[in-house]
């Protein structure tokens, strides 16, 4: 058993954290580990509540996950097996929970794989009615990249884990596609339609502005000389917001 509390490393803070490990060191028989997790803070994101099992043997064990943070509940199960230093899983049922009546469960089951050298995500997707959500992505200490899509996914979901004065709503479609690595600043693209948006801030007192942004679209494209932002929005009469933004790279920052 295991139990700490007040932890922190840079931008990464735990309130607490207890763990039950059943290892069987010669493997002749199944292990059990019950991990969980309270206030796990990721820069300005909260994971208020984690909850990680492993049951079986080493190369065949079951793997249970769930997290809530702020409003969002995700639920996840699966099996893995550890080899040569790899840890492969196969997650078979995922799904996410959540404000503005977001509510996706996996499409079909997810390989991911995990070791010191190399991360794998399958081009893992959830449905909703009407959401969908697809993500996936490798890293290597050499090179990493990471694609995403989405239809109309509430804009809400932008803000999981942030408990803090502003929040979105509206609905977003969007294309990602980042690629990086060997100390070169990430490139790729965002592509994004937006539906209804509107910023939410609320002010002392409980009482909530709302700046309404309307329909309209959000590119973003970066590669290794500049990054480049359009945007090209209508609130109808409440006015239209158009521009762009080009920003230089160079050694010594933008």
């Not at 509390?5 to 059943?22: I, K, N």
């Not at 993500?135 to 990249?145: E, H, V, Y």
């Not at 600043?185 to 994004?192: E, I, K, L, R, S």
Request: proline letters at 3%.
């Amino acid at each position: 058993t295991i139990s700490a509390g007040e932890l922190r490393y840079a931008a990464v803070s735990l309130t607490d954290l207890a763990a039950h490990l059943d290892i069987d060191p010669r493997r002749t028989t199944a292990s059990h580990a019950d991990i969980h997790a309270r206030g796990l803070n990721l820069g300005s994101r909260t994971i208020d509540d984690l909850h990680l099992k492993l049951d079986g043997q080493e190369r065949n064990h079951d793997l249970d996950l769930s997290f809530v943070a702020h409003d969002f509940t995700v639920k996840a199960h699966g099996s893995g097996s550890f080899n040569d230093g790899e840890w492969h899983a196969l997650l078979r049922q995922m799904t996410i929970v959540g404000g503005d009546a977001l509510n996706l469960t996996l499409e079909q089951p997810a390989g991911l794989w995990f070791s010191a050298a190399q991360i794998h995500v399958d081009n893992l997707c959830l449905k909703g009615s009407p959401a969908h959500l697809c993500a996936g992505g490798d890293w290597t200490p050499a090179k990493w990249g990471l694609q995403a899509t989405a239809t109309e996914l509430p804009m809400q979901t932008l803000t999981a884990g942030q408990s803090g004065k502003l929040d979105y709503r509206g609905i977003i479609s969007m294309s990602l596609k980042l690629f990086g690595g060997g100390g070169h600043p990430a490139q790729g693209t965002m592509a994004a339609r937006l539906a209804g948006a509107q910023l939410r801030h609320r002010l002392a007192g409980g009482k909530i502005e709302v700046t309404t942004l309307g329909d309209g679209n959000v590119l973003v494209t970066a590669n290794p000389a500049n990054v480049t932002a359009q945007l090209d929005l209508d609130a109808g009469p409440q006015g239209s917001i158009k521009g762009q933004i080009d920003a230089t790279r160079g050694d010594g920052g933008w």
